[in-house]
């Protein structure tokens, strides 16, 4: 099945059996956003329709605050719109993932240990963009062969933030949305996440 097909986490348990869990794991930090970043998402959020397309979310808000994280980490690559196969039964083309950057390196595949898959809730579908984002995950995991390494998810609107984590056999999921009208939590909470995936890349 492709990512997209999985329209909940229940879907997903169900082919790949884990242990779930509504639990907090991230800390309280925030990262205050560089002026220009500030400038430009309170104009966003200032012109913001009553509807707007997926579009503008995602060029508005999702991908500049993601971008704003990855430069401070020259080791990981952020993939956008890339294809993403384990198997027949894992594959798709994710909205986001994080993995190691490999230029400048001989390689025998340009992704190479996949941590953090980031799924769009399109029409603000949270079950479905979960269903899609744990999929994700589990495809990074089985793609790095390593269980003891943690894949974390994040499922966004770009207004709204929801975070969770695999590890071996347990997903994490949780249980309070962030806002992005607190946008240096959501930063700070990005941040966290690439520094661990970072982290994980080792020496």
């Known amino acids: 099945m492709a990512f997209s097909d999985f329209k909940s986490i229940e879907q ?13 794991f991230l800390p309280d930090v925030r990262l205050e956003l560089p002026p220009a970043l500030k400038e430009n998402l309170n104009f966003a959020l200032a012109r913001q329709a009553a509807q707007e397309s997926e579009i503008f979310y995602r060029e508005s808000l999702i991908y500049p605050l993601l971008q704003e994280v990855w430069k401070l980490h020259p080791r990981l690559k952020l993939w956008v719109n890339r294809g993403l196969r384990y198997d027949e039964e894992l594959f798709g083309e994710p909205d986001y993932f994080v993995a190691a950057e490999t230029q400048g390196e001989i390689v025998s595949r340009l992704v190479r240990k996949p941590l953090l898959a980031v799924a769009e809730a399109k029409r603000q579908d949270f079950e479905a963009g979960w269903g ?22 994040i499922v ?8 969770g984590k695999l590890t071996g056999a347990a997903f994490k999921h949780d249980p309070l949305p962030r806002s992005i009208a607190d ?17 994980q890349l080792g020496v």
């Open 12 to 24: 997903v348990l169900e082919r790949y059996p884990l242990e779930y869990e509504r639990a907090g």
């Open 132 to 153: 899609q984002c744990l999929a994700e995950m589990i495809a990074c995991q089985k793609l790095n062969a390593d269980e003891q390494l943690s894949i974390y998810g």
């Open 156 to 163: 966004t609107t770009g207004s709204v933030w929801e975070f």
């Open 183 to 199: 946008a240096p939590q959501v930063l700070g909470l990005l941040e966290f996440i690439f520094a661990d995936c970072e982290r």
